[in-house]
């Protein structure tokens, strides 16, 4: 289980990345990406709240994750930072979830989120 202190960790590692990254390709992870991330985790965070794993896009975006055995939740943050695509599925319903917000408007995404996240809860 990934916690707050994983979470800034791995941020960190992902903001090291060199142009190059993924076998002389892939964009260093831009500034942009890393804040917006972790400005749209730390809005989230209650006492329930169960972070994500994060990982770099060939873009110089991020992706992170949420997954247990009945549900796959992503969020990509492009490289800009300001626009954040929601992707879930429920391999117990085989249900799609899709929303996409931008950095400036994200009570979509964090409604549609949190749904997801309370079925990882529940069979977590």
């Not at 117990?92 to 949190?114: G, R, V």
């Amino acid at each position: 289980m990934v916690n707050k202190k994983c979470f800034d960790e791995r941020l960190v590692e992902l903001s090291c990345l060199k142009h190059g990254w993924l076998d002389g390709e892939g964009s260093s992870i831009s500034i942009e990406a890393l804040e917006s991330s972790k400005d749209f985790i730390y809005s989230l965070v209650n006492e329930n709240f169960v972070y994500p794993v994060a990982f770099p896009e060939y873009n110089g975006g991020i992706i992170l994750e949420w997954f247990n055995d009945s549900i796959g939740i992503s969020i990509d943050i492009d490289n800009s930072g300001k626009t954040l695509i929601l992707s879930a599925y429920s391999f117990i319903n085989k249900q799609d979830f899709n929303c996409n917000a931008t950095i400036d408007n994200t009570y979509e995404i964090k409604k549609k989120l949190e749904e997801c996240l309370n079925i990882l809860r529940n069979i977590h």
